[in-house]
């Protein structure tokens, strides 16, 4: 025995009158974790002790028990189980199940990168772990290689949840930011925030390690690292390694997705994924068979304290070195004996190990879970009768969907075809029809901004209508109408509205304002109109006082009142000259008297001026023009005078 575990005062102890501490494996910066057995049960189990200057720390107490509580929780073969938590004395201790074998760390630090082979056999099995994990509303927070243990009989398993927490109570801050950095989230860098994505995010980061040989981020500050983590995206992985699928790139790529909504939901989505992947490569998980080697760890994690039995189909060969622990002794002995009987033990094994698959398959494994069936396009209580059939609990969850009418299914998380434990419960997701969204006002907006937001929420923009239209800005809305979806009475939304996606709207565009061809000739009024797509229909003639005969005086007004619209004829009211009015009758009358009258009218009198001294008693006898003749005003009506009797 070395130096370093005759120094361990725990070596030999009998901890809470149960487990006999045999050997130490690992040492960290929380815990140690020994080789023990277990005397009540007799069999060999993993003693995780905390430092005893933490014990006095209830943060660190607290951690400790939660990872327990966490493991415990999980019945998954890729989740190392938690058997029992106590104290004795001012010593806290966790029992797990003991998997002699190397971390995924290990064997990185070994072979550098990982062949698609062992990294689909790895992956398929962490995921399902944590697709476990996730299922119950745990986040594990620190997944990294170091966490993943291949065990000696080909077994891979997620362990170490002492970061766990449930999926509700996702805010960190300050020393809980304990995850290696390497594999740590952008939302845990800059906003302390972690949920099942992060730990997808981890997932891509390791995924990554293993096909490049490489973490994609290096620095020699951890906040350098942590710096790029947030701000840059992950390359992928056949950029260091030629060899890897497309397929497995572009899962890297969408697990490392900087926003945690842009990445699978949860460990269960991208396992779906990561098994579709398999089956378009042809690649699937292997169950190794055992190759011996010897594993020793010191306190830094070098492999120096305990012998391990690698699955030599994940890990390959490795040099065996001196066994410490009783079954690689008895092992030895074995080998030292006749070899007289070995077809038998060796078909013994082989009976045994069949017979703990079979137990396991039926037991834990996939053979004691059903698939979940299609329950789409059904109403919640056909798609609950057809789960129930199958011995599964259905929890309803109302949607929104485009596509699918109200109050029908529209699937169920776990999907179709997904394998669950019997009496699991399965989200039922019924259609709740479109959603619906609020629109701001669209009037006075840009055509093509009012036309984005409502295509925006999945509503169908028809052409737009131009209107002529003075007092709206050119290319901006005068008015909206949306038609539902569902039928009935279009309505306005210019002031803004509330719609549903998969209505449908029309938008009334200026165009501007009618051209002003007011004093124009006829040849420039048509000019001008027809530059805006404005017709001629014909002219009709007017009088005006104020346009010179000849000139456009306006366009005729439209018979319906409605605006103008390109494309439209008008016509062109012309200037026939100034009114025309009837001249007075001032035959008979004084000068004085004519004058008068021709002024009143807005003629001008015409005369002699020697009669003016006369105007009292000088009286007309004839007027030119005559009586009621049409003239405009100002005309000079000339007069004819006679001295009275």
């Not at 055509?447 to 239209?469: K, Y």
């Not at 009758?585 to 004085?592: H, S």
């Not at 009621?628 to 004819?640: F, I, M, N, W, Y």
Request: aromatic fraction near 4%; include cysteine.
């Amino acid at each position: 025995m070395s130096t370093s575990q005759q120094a361990d005062p725990l070596i030999g102890r009998l901890v809470d009158g149960r487990y006999r501490v045999r050997a130490r494996i690992a040492r960290g910066g929380m815990a140690t974790v020994y080789v023990a057995t277990d005397l009540r049960l007799e069999r060999r189990v993993a003693l995780k002790v905390m430092h005893g200057h933490l014990s006095d720390d209830t943060v660190f107490q607290s951690r400790f028990i939660q990872e327990a509580r966490a493991a415990a929780r999980l019945a998954d073969p890729h989740v190392v189980n938690v058997f029992d938590q106590g104290q004795d004395g001012e010593m806290a201790y966790l029992v797990m199940e003991y998997l002699p074998g190397i971390t995924l760390r290990e064997l990185l630090r070994e072979q550098r990168r990982l062949t698609i082979q062992q990294t689909v056999t790895i992956m398929d099995a962490v995921l399902s772990g944590l697709a476990a994990a996730h299922r119950a509303g745990i986040v594990h927070r620190d997944v990294k290689p170091e966490n993943v243990l291949l065990a000696e009989d080909g077994r891979i398993k997620i362990g170490d949840f002492g970061l766990a927490r449930a999926t509700t109570a996702n805010t960190a801050t300050g020393s809980q930011l304990l995850g290696t950095i390497a594999y740590l989230a952008p939302e845990l860098v800059t906003r302390g925030t972690a949920d099942a994505r992060s730990d997808i995010y981890s997932l891509g980061i390791m995924l990554y390690e293993m096909l490049a040989g490489e973490q994609p981020y290096q620095g020699e500050q951890p906040m350098q690292i942590a710096f790029q983590h947030a701000t840059d995206s992950v390359p992928r992985p056949s950029v260091k390694n030629p060899g890897v699928p497309e397929q497995l790139d572009e899962l890297v790529l969408w697990a490392t997705e900087k926003s945690p909504d842009d990445r699978p939901s949860d460990a269960r989505e991208m396992l779906d994924r990561f098994r579709e992947i398999e089956r378009e490569l042809g690649v699937h998980p292997q169950v190794a068979r055992t190759a011996p080697t010897t594993v020793i760890r010191d306190e830094g994690g070098a492999q120096t304290e305990l012998t391990k039995v690698l699955p030599s189909a994940i890990t390959g060969p490795m040099a065996a070195i001196d066994d410490v622990d009783n079954a690689s002794r008895l092992r030895t002995e074995m080998r030292k004996r006749s070899r007289r009987g070995g077809w038998l033990f060796a078909l013994v094994i082989v009976l045994a190990a069949l017979a703990a698959a079979a137990g396991w398959w039926f037991g834990s494994g996939p053979g004691s879970q059903v698939a979940v069936p299609d329950v789409s396009n059904m109403t919640f209580e056909q798609a609950q009768g057809a789960l129930a059939a199958e011995g599964l609990v259905a929890a309803q969850q109302d949607v929104f969907d485009f596509d699918i009418p109200a109050g029908t299914t529209v699937g169920s998380e776990p999907g179709a075809g997904a394998r669950v434990d019997k009496e699991a419960t399965v989200t039922v997701l019924v259609s709740k029809g479109p959603q619906d969204h609020v629109i701001s006002a669209l009037g006075g907006l840009p055509a093509d901004q009012a036309r984005a937001a409502l295509e925006g929420v999945r509503v169908t923009v028809g052409d737009d209508q131009q209107i002529f239209n003075g007092d709206v800005a050119e290319n901006a809305v005068i008015a909206a109408s949306i038609t539902p979806r569902a039928g009935g009475d279009a309505f306005d939304c210019t002031p803004g509205c509330t719609v549903y996606e998969g209505d449908s709207a029309v938008l009334s565009v200026s165009v501007g304002a009618v051209p002003d061809v007011a004093g124009k000739s006829v040849g420039d009024a048509t000019a001008a109109l027809n530059a805006k797509n404005l017709q001629i229909a014909g002219t009709t003639e007017e009088r005006s006082s104020s346009v010179e005969e000849g000139l456009v005086i306006r366009i005729a007004d439209k018979e319906d009142g409605t605006p103008w619209r390109p494309g439209e004829s008008v016509t062109l009211v012309v200037s026939s000259g100034p009114p025309l009015f009837p001249v007075p009758n001032v035959v008979g009358l004084t000068l004085a008297e004519a004058k008068d009258t021709l002024a009143a009218a807005g003629f001008t009198p015409q005369y002699n001026p020697l009669w003016e001294p006369f105007a009292l008693i000088a009286t007309v006898v004839a007027q030119d023009p005559e009586a009621e003749a049409q003239r405009v005003k100002g005309t000079k009506v000339s007069l004819d005078l006679s001295a009275t009797d």
